[in-house]
């Protein structure tokens, strides 16, 4: 059974970059899983897809987070990463990663202060 655990620092300061991993467990990030996705939801808000990054390790962001946004993996920790940069106050969120046809993460708060 595949399992996702995000984790990173609860706690951002503005204007100062966020990094999140997702640790992968029952099951390589490289099998037939298309897309591995980022998602968050804000407080109050609905779910916002961020971005996302296939089993050959290409990627595809949302357009309004692109410009901030990075999605990578390592293969050897069986880990996908999300960074953020320059973080708002309106980046605070419960942040999920994601097999979108599949299991999702608990989710991770990211608060910014």
């Known amino acids: 059974q595949v399992q996702l655990q995000e984790s990173g620092p609860g706690l951002v300061k503005p204007s100062q970059t966020l990094s999140l991993a997702c640790t992968v467990s029952g099951g390589s990030i490289t099998m037939n899983v298309y897309y591995w996705s980022w998602i968050r939801q804000p407080p109050g808000k609905g779910l916002e897809w961020m971005g996302a990054i296939s089993t050959d390790g290409s990627t595809v962001y949302s357009p309004s987070l692109k410009s901030r946004t990075t999605i990578s993996r390592d293969t050897s920790k069986n880990q996908l990463t999300l960074t953020l940069n320059s973080v708002t106050p309106e980046d605070t969120a419960v942040y999920f990663c994601?097999?979108?046809?599949?299991?999702w993460g608990q989710g991770t708060q990211v608060t910014e202060l």
């Open positions: 994601a097999d979108l046809g599949g299991p």
